[in-house]
């Protein structure tokens, strides 16, 4: 008997998704095969979480789940049928009913169960709707399964994750490398699907896919906000008061950004286009927050200091309330 999902996971039936997202990772960091080389339970549990979380974290597939259990999830699984059939096994007699003409429901008429399912879903009779709705078991199969999907996670750099990049993926178990291209514009949690890279078909069918959930380590200088980037610009006083034409860093390439004259920390500027671009969107926008900064101490500068205080006294916290 498989292992109830939610178990898996240690959430309830009834837990949102942001509970079962942070049991997710919870038990991922824990089980991750890195962490735990060559132990062959703790990795058997990491795919179960895996699995678990593929099925759970999808609306769809969590509603065939919570509704049929394991068989929902099937390749092939009708669910139009599954309910057919469980609307008339719930009648009474259907228990003592046979394909064929036997049975009754209490009144002593006969039943043809092949007359009760013909039509249902455009199939022919009672072996479709087993052989079609649970994929094994009836008088008829779909053939060959797809292998089951398999999870892995990697973490890229900011600036990899932004422009795009191509990693060699090598996952426990498998010999040869898989070479994955993740797109620009991947965030923190991207899932990325590559086809025929998960576990083999049990009866001859084509491999599942391979799941791929994107980690992006932070950038020292760039914050991310959608498409948007952020960046805390340093300016020297004279800059400040002058204004200046500066070069700035953005992921297409440096540009030269004009500093107004009396610019104070915290203006900022935006700079059009020049945020994250993802295919088929619009690129975001980079917006770049000025920070004045002081001068190292020095008596030469201290003297400076106190004579600009003197031709400009007025008091900066002035109109500063609660």
């Known amino acids: ?32 095969p890195d962490k735990n080389p060559g132990n062959k339970e703790v990795e058997a549990k990491f795919k179960a979480v895996n699995h678990a979380y593929e099925v759970l974290s999808h609306e ?4 065939l789940y919570d509704e049929f259990g394991d068989e929902g999830l099937r390749e092939g699984f009708d669910p139009n049928r599954a309910r057919t059939y469980k609307q008339w096994a719930s009648q009474p007699g259907a228990s003592r009913a046979r394909p ?4 009754g429901f209490g009144g002593g008429e006969t039943v043809n169960l092949e007359d009760l399912f013909a039509g249902a879903g455009g199939g022919g009779g009672l072996g479709d709707l087993f ?24 973490t890229i750099d900011f600036v990899s994750a ?20 993740i797109p620009p514009g991947a965030s923190e949690g991207s899932r990325l699907r590559i086809p025929g890279q998960g576990e083999p078909s049990p009866n001859g069918g084509a491999a599942g896919d391979l799941i791929l959930i994107v980690h992006v380590a932070p950038h020292p200088f760039f914050k991310r906000e959608g498409e948007d980037l952020h960046l805390e610009l340093p300016i020297t006083l004279a800059e400040a008061y002058r204004g200046a034409k500066v070069k700035v860093p953005t992921p297409s390439g440096e540009v030269a950004l004009k500093i107004p004259e009396g610019a104070q920390s915290g203006d900022s500027v935006r700079l059009r286009g020049k945020g994250v671009a993802r295919k088929g969107k619009n690129p975001g926008d980079l917006y770049v927050r000025f920070l004045i900064r002081a001068p190292k101490q ?15 006294p ?9």
């Open 1 to 32: 008997m498989a292992d109830d999902l939610y178990g898996v996971l240690g959430v309830a039936r009834g837990a949102d998704q942001d509970s079962i997202k942070k049991a997710y990772r919870r038990l991922a960091h824990k089980l991750h």
């Open 60 to 63: 769809d597939r969590r509603k």
């Open 100 to 103: 064929g003409g036997f049975g």
């Open 131 to 154: 052989g079609e709705a649970f994929g094994r078991g009836g008088r008829r199969t779909r053939g060959p399964m797809k292998g089951a999907d398999a999870m892995a996670e990697t």
């Open 162 to 181: 932004v422009r795009g990049t191509s990693l060699e993926l090598r996952r426990p178990g498998v010999k040869e490398p898989t070479v994955v291209r």
């Open 298 to 312: 020095s008596a030469e500068i201290g003297d400076l200091v106190a004579k600009i205080e003197a031709l400009s």
């Open 314 to 322: 007025e008091d900066p916290r002035r109109d500063l309330k609660f």
